[in-house]
Nanobody
Framework: QVQLVESGGGLVQPGGSLRLSCAASGSIFRNYVMGWFRQAPGKQRDLVARLTNGGITNYADSVKGRFTISRDNAKNTVYLQMDSLKPEDTAVYYC???????????WGQGTQVTVSS
């Protein structure tokens, strides 16, 4: 079992930056593939970025070159650095953890990101 708590969302102007954080507790962090998903109103929840413990990443095409996912295993935290933000990045962002031993998935409560002038 793992608990995920996101922080760092908010309102930002187009072209601005935000950094989201997700603190994990309750389990062995290195056993998880960590990721960020987002869901805009009326749309499905989609993968934004994912990072394995071995450092393998993958990104949605729409955020490549603008977003960077990273993790600090000592702090049990995963980050999403978001640069050059666009209005279409507006969504609720969810932290996700996939346990590679027990093949289970966990979600954070979500944090709102709004990109608007």
């Amino acid at each position: 079992q793992v608990q995920l708590v996101e922080s760092g969302g908010g309102l930002v102007q187009p072209g601005g930056s935000l950094r989201l954080s997700c603190a994990a507790s309750g389990s062995i962090f290195r056993n998880y593939v960590m990721g960020w998903f987002r869901q805009a109103p009326g749309k499905q929840r989609d993968l934004v970025a994912r990072l394995t413990n071995g450092g393998i990443t993958n990104y949605a095409d729409s955020v490549k070159g603008r977003f960077t996912i990273s993790r600090d295993n000592a702090k049990n935290t995963v980050y999403l650095q978001m640069d050059s933000l666009k209005p279409e990045d507006t969504a609720v962002y969810y932290c996700h953890a996939h346990n590679i031993v027990y093949m289970r998935d966990y979600w954070g409560q979500g944090t709102q990101v709004t990109v608007s002038s």
